[in-house]
Each structure stands twice: as structure tokens, then as C-alpha cells.
Nanobody, 119 residues
Framework: QVQLVESGGGLVQAGGSLRLSCAAS????????MGWYRQAPGKQRELVAT???????TYADSVKGRFTVSRDNAQNTLYLQMNSLNSEDTAVYYC?????????????WGQGTQVTVSS
């Protein structure tokens, strides 16, 4: 069974930093692409950053230079280091994983973790 569990959200002042983590289940499961998405109140869910198993990364323009996505393949853990946070970063952040082959092939989501940036 595939499970994604996020942690690390919270309340932070503008200009501050937070680090999100996403623990993915199954030591033998190969998560091809993992990423972070976010959804602010009244808005659609949007891409924040993705990273492939080979560490190829993509970022939304709004977070480039401030956020860093990384992963530990041995631990099946995904991270998002968020610096210089501002009020527009306030959202629920979701971990996403895509498995391209095998019995667990599919797209998976975590339950989300709230990030609130106070000005």
C-alpha cells in the first residue's frame, strides 16, 4: 500500500523559513517523480516543485530561488526547504508521487500540511 505522510508545516513570520518532509511508504517501491503542490483558499491546486529519481528538478516561477526540493531515495523521503516566505506562500502543501510501472503504478497524494505565513 502506498502512503505519503507530510510533516513540518506551521505558522511562520514573513521572511522566515520552514522545511517540509514527506515520508513515502514501501522500501521496495520506486517513486519515479515526487513533488510538492499547494492550494490556497479559493484557488486551484498548483505545482510548487518536482524532482525525479535522478534528481532532475522543476520549480514554479513564484518559488524559484527561495525553495529547494530534494529527496532521499534510500529513505523514500521528499523534502521542501522554503526560505524567504511571504504571505502568498500561505496554503496547504501536498506531497505527490508518481509510480510509472509495476503493481503500484499510479499517482498518489498525501493528506496535506498547512503553511501559514504571517505578515
Amino acid at each position: 500500500q502506498v502512503q505519503l505522510v507530510e510533516s513540518g508545516g506551521g505558522l511562520v513570520q514573513a521572511g522566515g523559513s520552514l522545511r517540509l518532509s514527506c515520508a513515502a511508504s514501501g522500501s521496495t517501491i520506486s517513486y519515479n517523480v515526487m513533488g510538492w503542490y499547494r492550494q490556497a483558499p479559493g484557488k486551484q491546486r498548483e505545482l510548487v516543485a518536482t524532482i525525479t529519481r535522478g534528481s532532475v528538478v522543476t520549480y514554479a516561477d513564484s518559488v524559484k530561488g527561495r525553495f529547494t526540493v530534494s529527496r532521499d531515495n534510500a529513505q523514500n523521503t521528499l523534502y521542501l526547504q522554503m526560505n524567504s516566505l511571504n504571505s502568498e506562500d500561505t496554503a496547504v502543501y501536498y506531497c505527490n508521487a508518481r509510480i510509472l510501472s509495476g503493481s503500484f503504478r499510479g499517482v498518489y497524494w498525501g493528506q496535506g500540511t498547512q503553511v501559514t505565513v504571517s505578515s
